[in-house]
């Protein structure tokens, strides 16, 4: 299996620390509102890889933050009058809850940054003594000259960071022996929630969350940190040096990094007027769609999100869905068990696409050839399988299709549908409450009924129904 690692700038053998187990941390959102669909870029995209992986029979620890205290959680909370607690939770639910809509498998663990403090404090303790950092008026900062290999996962060199950011001297720099020292602890301001340390009443640093985190459910040294490119510098680069400072090791083996997402050829902005949530495009697509436009590109690649290519992702994603209905209706009608020696060729073909997939997918995880592979095999599927095939055949091509979606976190099997029966018997027992005016009831089922697809119309002959 080959990973492209931002930190050589190759695509390498994955060789885990320990075989047959990986230990994976992904850069979580900052929760001070729903998810945007380029923060689910990053979700959708390493959900894969870990799947890939356990398809390929290797154990992973999955651990993915959420950042629930940052300016924007205070900003929020400070808007509504309310507790930044408040603002966390009520996000991190939603973020969940999008989550599994877009078929993201929950983290082994998903830390939370406020419930790691203990363990910030020691590691900026610890850096405090071995040199690497110091505190000047309650702000704890890090000595980043003092870290030799700073620069080495951006590529970038430290005199022409500190040239080409004056920024940097603007903000505290008074305080700073150098402008390129970043702060680990910072005291609270007036209404800050805060927690308290050896330096001051304060919170940590957004950076030194992710060292600590990583540090506590997977240990010094791991295989795979991940997150979106804009992650790489500062927040990944200053993670490697608190890391490889307090722990003495090398941190993680392989950085991966997905490219962005952008709208319409531009940056997503609220200011362009050109931002969406998850929850907002899952209110005109089913959110299964989203996920598959968003691997039908390479992770690396920038991708550009617009209605055109979601609606070629959605009839993408439906000739797939329809192959595997149609398998379902087959396997129903077939009295067929052994397979003819057609059929036999049929399968090998079909091995073939699998093996198809995973080459794919061994190569850096290039999941749009993957999704070509799998093409393919519904093409042949659609060729070969018919109502007297038999019941081997269907099965096996079935769960060749399936088994390879759901490598890619692509749900196949439409939800159960109502029967008629059902239905009617739903639509009787509201016309009776209608009768009585017990028009609560009444609503309720038609709601039950929109639910899974079913309108309702009242007409003058009376109600009729129809499927969405
Ligand atoms: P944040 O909450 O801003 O820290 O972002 C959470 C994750 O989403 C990080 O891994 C970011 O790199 C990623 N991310 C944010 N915006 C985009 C975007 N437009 N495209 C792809 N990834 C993004
Ligand atoms: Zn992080």
Same mark, same amino acid.
Not at 145 to 152: A, H, I, T, V
Not at 219 to 222: K, L, Y
Not at 229 to 233: A, G, N, P, T, V
């Given at each position: 299996m080959k990973v492209y690692n931002t930190l050589t700038k190759k695509k390498e053998e994955f060789i885990p620390l320990e075989e047959g187990k990986v230990r994976m941390y992904v850069c979580g959102p900052t929760v001070y509102n729903y998810i945007h669909i380029g923060n689910a870029r990053p979700m959708i995209v390493f959900d894969t890889v870990r799947r890939y992986m356990e398809y390929k029979g290797m154990k992973v620890n999955y651990v993915s933050n959420f950042t629930d205290v940052d300016d924007k959680i205070i900003k929020k909370a400070n808007e509504e009058g309310v507790s930044s607690e408040e603002i966390a939770n009520r996000y991190i639910k939603e973020c969940k809850k999008d989550m599994e809509d877009l078929n993201v498998k929950p983290a082994t663990t998903h830390p939370l940054a406020t419930q790691e403090i203990d363990g910030m404090i020691a590691m900026i303790s610890d850096l405090i003594e071995r040199g690497y950092a110091y505190e000047k008026n309650g702000t704890v900062y890090f #000595?980043? #000259? #003092?870290?030799? $290999?700073?620069?080495?996962l951006s590529h970038k060199n430290l005199d022409d960071l500190q040239s080409g950011n #004056? =920024? +940097? +001297?603007?903000?505290?720099a008074d305080e700073k $022996? /150098?402008? +390129?020292d970043f702060v680990l602890w910072k005291p609270k301001k007036e209404g800050e929630p805060f927690w308290k340390s050896p330096w001051s009443d304060g919170r940590p640093g957004w950076h030194i969350e992710c060292s600590v985190m990583s540090k506590k459910y997977l240990? /010094?040294? %791991?295989d795979i940190h991940a997150g979106g $490119? /804009? +992650? %790489?510098?500062p927040h990944h680069e200053n993670e490697i040096a608190q890391s490889e400072a307090a722990n003495g090791k090398e941190f993680a083996h392989y950085w991966m990094h997905n490219g962005f997402l952008n709208i319409d050829n531009k940056k997503m902005s609220k200011s362009l007027g050109n931002f969406f949530t998850v929850r907002e495009i899952g209110e005109k697509y089913d959110l299964q769609v989203l996920r598959f436009f968003m691997l =039908?590109?390479?992770?690396r690649s920038p991708l550009n999100f617009s209605a055109e290519l979601m609606e070629a992702a959605k009839n993408g994603l439906d000739r797939i869905v329809t192959a595997v209905a149609r398998l379902n209706q087959m396997l129903k009608a077939s009295t067929v068990e052994e397979l003819t020696e057609e059929e036999k060729a049929v399968l090998s073909e079909a091995e073939e696409f699998v093996t198809k997939f995973e080459a794919a997918m061994e190569d850096d995880f290039n999941t749009a050839d993957a999704i070509s592979a799998i093409f393919e095999l519904v093409k042949l599927s659609n060729i070969n399988a018919k109502e007297t095939s038999s019941k081997t055949l269907l099965t096996e091509l079935k769960k060749k299709i399936v088994t390879l979606c759901d490598v890619l976190g692509i749900i196949t099997e439409k939800k159960e549908e109502m029967l008629d029966s059902d239905i009617e018997a739903l639509i009787e027992e509201r016309q009776a409450a209608r009768k009585a005016k017990n028009f609560t009831r009444a609503d309720e089922i038609r709601n039950q009924l929109l639910e899974k697809g079913i309108i309702l119309e009242d007409t003058r002959q009376g109600v009729v129904w129809k499927r969405a």
């Open positions: #000595r980043t #000259r #003092r870290f030799k $290999e700073y620069g080495k #004056r =920024s +940097l +001297l603007v903000s505290g $022996e /150098d402008p +390129l240990g /010094d040294q %791991i $490119e /804009d +992650l %790489i510098f =039908s590109a390479h992770y």
